[in-house]
């Protein structure tokens, strides 16, 4: 019976009722929504650079207790670099990835809905003619981004649609993006 | 006398003789200039999935000569999750951590700036109720974002502050983020 309540809850590995509980209390006392997340990074030679991801603060406290987490950033060769990572770009369609994928996964649990699958891909559009300073008419940033998704449940394609359209609605990486962020760079003695 | 030219010709590691020969066939054929960058994205379970980079389009040819690159993806417990990965949202702080220092390097090299280190942090805030449609008028992504760099150069504290807001300027993830860029969001059978 114990063994059955936690099925319940549980919805794609989602444990939905600690996300209601969460909710409620929020409802309550909004500022345990608050979070702030952080990077540091290090820059390593030419286009090589080292970001690390460790603490972060939200529910009223910072959070210390996870292990830090490196990350190297790099461009291919012809982009200047020698391959010692990712780079930033790719690392931004990573994240939306991840953005998109979780909000799908969390919103459908909410509504009881089970998922079997879920596929994604990614292409964004640059013209390094803005990062060069060829062109001040080319935007700096992507132009455009391109995601397709594949989902294998038991859905209409409807219901698959709106899936879809939740995922892009609550994703704070997609929201980022399309919707844009005030990014305020300062420089310290 | 041969290494000695090499030398002069790389600067913080920066190939600048590469750099400028890219920029002058990019003026004679501007679509070498175009690129696109790729990955994809399946679901593990709950919060976590995983991302893959590898292949990308640029300089009129598809690469695919580098190795897939995997990164998980997940929350920590008090965001559902069971901490087998960075959150998308830090992932995004890593990517700009990486694009504004390549932008910072590669602008100083192609000037002739040597630099001996760049270090920089990253914070941003996100309030949790928009992305748990608790309430409407809450952005869902990031509400604001702030960097702080530290530079060691021979350069003046106005040539520091100048070089940080080149960065900015150039800056491909810092771009998509503070502008904004459209994203397609589309289902596949």
Not at 7 to 23: A, C, P
Not at 107 to 120: C, D, L, P, T, Y
Not at 134 to 156: M, T
Request: proline share 4%; glycine share 6%; with cysteine.
């Amino acid at each position: 019976m114990e063994a059955k309540k936690e099925k319940e809850m549980v919805v794609n590995g989602v444990n939905v009722g600690q996300l209601f509980g969460t909710i409620d209390q929020i409802k309550i006392q909004p500022d345990i929504a608050e979070f702030k997340f952080r990077a540091t990074n290090e820059w390593v030679s030419g286009t090589h650079s080292r970001a690390t991801v460790k603490d972060f603060y939200g529910a009223l406290r910072e959070d210390d207790s996870r292990r830090p987490v490196v990350f190297d950033l790099d461009e291919p060769p012809i982009l200047l670099g020698q391959d010692q990572g990712t780079n930033p770009v790719e690392y931004l369609l990573v994240a939306l990835s991840g953005c998109l994928t979780t909000s799908l996964v969390a919103h459908a649990s909410a509504k009881g809905i089970k998922i079997r699958k879920v596929q994604s891909r990614y292409e964004g559009d640059i013209d390094l003619r803005g990062f060069l300073g060829i062109s001040e008419d080319v935007p700096v940033g992507y132009q455009r981004i391109r995601v397709f998704f594949k989902i294998d449940a038991d859905l209409s394609d409807e219901e698959k649609q709106e899936l879809v359209r939740t995922a892009q609605k609550y994703s704070p990486v997609f929201n980022t993006i399309t919707k844009s962020a005030p990014v305020s760079v300062l420089w310290e003695k």
